[in-house]
């Protein structure tokens, strides 16, 4: 079956300007989870949803990063007013619930000029 | 809130030796222990994982063991193959939530 999708896969940006990440997850994963990656490093949880329940933000890095889950399945990371130090993989992953496993998404590789 | 420390950041080893990678974890209450490997410019992929209610858990040339006493789990590749070059990252999660902690990974070089 298809796995999770996200996009776009790249986005280059200036400095200043807002963008919009998206996240596919698998069908019927009601647990959806955002992470950042910069180059060379681990995996740095954002944000966490869990079906009907309120998000867990406590990994955003300030409050430019906000993120959305529209009828428990798409996923939106918006990150207004982008920094040079925005610039990383964000990637996206899901898990069915009650299960741990986490599937990931391809990533989008953030630039800000 | 949970803290994973991995070790080593980078390993190279010779074809057909093993390799050894090591974590630690803080929450006593942590009960799952994945290990993802990611490829250059790939997702992150669960390769095992293993639960607090077993010691080793061996899925062919690979292998995990946890120490939940001293809090810690480590990852086994045996007859290493230059397709084992990749980043792996070990991660904690299950206490009281489905999120994971990960570790800041391992790069290993496999030699032909």
């Known amino acids: 079956g298809a796995g999770v999708s996200q996009s776009p896969s790249n986005k280059v940006t200036e400095k200043g300007k807002d963008v919009e990440l998206r996240c596919d997850p698998i069908s019927g994963h009601t647990a959806l989870y955002w992470y950042r990656q910069s180059l060379g490093q681990g995996l740095e949880f954002l944000i966490y949803f869990q079906g009907n329940s309120a998000p867990d933000k406590s990994g955003l890095p300030s409050d430019r990063f906000s993120a959305e889950r529209t009828g428990g399945s798409v996923s939106t990371l918006t990150i207004q007013r982008t920094q040079q130090e925005d610039s990383a993989v964000y990637l996206c992953a899901s898990s069915l619930i009650g299960d741990n496993e986490q599937f990931f998404g391809p990533g989008t590789r953030l630039t800000v000029l | 809130g949970e803290n994973v420390e991995q070790h080593p950041s980078t390993l190279s080893v010779q074809e057909g030796d093993s390799a050894v990678i090591k974590c630690t974890y803080s929450d006593s209450a942590s009960n799952y222990f994945p290990w993802y490997k990611q490829e250059l410019g790939k997702r992150p992929q669960l390769i095992i994982d293993?639960?607090?209610?077993?010691g080793e858990k061996k899925d062919q040339r690979i292998a995990v063991t946890l120490n939940k006493t001293a809090k810690h789990f480590s990852l086994h590749i045996t007859e290493t193959q230059p397709e084992d070059s990749a980043v792996y990252f070990c991660a904690a999660g299950g206490a009281g939530s489905y999120q994971l902690t990960f570790g800041k990974g391992t790069k290993l070089s496999v030699i032909p």
């Open positions: 293993i639960r607090s209610n077993v």
